[in-house]
């Protein structure tokens, strides 16, 4: 199972990235896929996470301006970041689970399989 992260960049405050997260290895579709970012000096954060193929669930700081979409034809998902602020500037990682419960969505260490991630830094 593999996962990769792309899309990062550069951008200035209220610009937008688009990231994406390929996965391969198994079908994805009913499991629970996840963003994560880890600044400088911080932990990892839970950021969105669409769960059991269904139902999208975000961190309260990104939501209105991140939206995650799945494209199940592609097993790829996709998280559109728009009105950047400087705050988002991290380290986005993907990750998956195949049995992960509802309450611990938001725990990093729920997740099996994770992507290498890419680098988001917004500028002020």
């Known amino acids: 199972v593999q996962l990769q992260a792309s899309g990062g960049g550069l951008v200035q405050a209220g610009g937008s990235l688009r990231l994406a997260c390929a996965l391969s290895?198994?079908?994805?579709?009913?499991?629970?896929v996840g963003w994560f970012r880890q600044g400088p000096g911080k932990a990892r954060e839970f950021v969105a996470a669409?769960?059991?193929?269904?139902?999208?669930y975000y961190q309260d700081s990104v939501k209105g301006r991140f939206t995650m979409s799945n494209d199940n034809a592609k097993n790829t998902v996709h998280l559109q970041m728009s009105s950047l602020e400087p705050e988002d500037s991290a380290v986005y990682y993907c990750?998956?689970?195949?049995?992960?419960?509802?309450?611990?969505?938001?725990?990093?260490?729920?997740?099996?399989?994770w992507g290498q991630g890419t680098l988001v830094t917004v500028s002020s």
């Open positions: 290895g198994r079908t994805f579709r009913r499991d629970t």
């Open positions: 990750a998956a689970s195949t049995s992960l419960i509802l309450s611990t969505l938001r725990s990093a260490s729920a997740y099996q399989y």
């Open positions: 669409v769960f059991r193929g269904h139902t999208t």
